[in-house]
Nanobody, 122 residues
Framework: QVQLEESGGGLVQAGGSLRLSCTPSGRIFSSHVLNWFRQAPGKEREFVAAIRWSNGLTYYGDSVRGRFTISKDAAGNSVHLQMNGLKPEDTAIYYC???????????????WGQGTQVTVSS
């Protein structure tokens, strides 16, 4: 089993930047993918970005491509989401999740963090 701890959320003005981090405790295997999803009040969960643990290959949702960057730190201990050019519509709770397929929630097999709030003011 793995636990995922998110950090780095907060309040920022439109156009600003935030950096989220996800630190797993427990085993992350080469077959795993670490993802960021988000959910705003009254809206469905949305895929944001993902990175393959084995080779660092990255994937992005259409709404964030070109503004957000997902990366793994050099020590391989954490995954980061650099968010630039933030918009009010980026306001949501951001969740880190471990899957085996990028952007795909696998019932009974996906591990979730507790989430971190990101609020972008206009």
């Amino acid at each position: 089993q793995v636990q995922l701890e998110e950090s780095g959320g907060g309040l920022v003005q439109a156009g600003g930047s935030l950096r989220l981090s996800c630190t797993p405790s427990g085993r992350i295997f080469s077959s795993h993918v670490l993802n960021w999803f988000r959910q705003a009040p009254g809206k469905e969960r949305e895929f944001v970005a993902a990175i393959r643990w084995s080779n660092g290959l990255t994937y992005y949702g259409d709404s964030v491509r070109g503004r957000f960057t997902i990366s793994k730190d050099a020590a391989g201990n954490s995954v980061h989401l650099q968010m630039n050019g933030l918009k009010p519509e980026d306001t949501a709770i951001y969740y880190c999740a471990r899957t085996t397929t990028p952007g795909t929630v696998e019932p009974g097999r996906t591990s979730w963090g507790q989430g971190t709030q990101v609020t972008v003011s206009s």
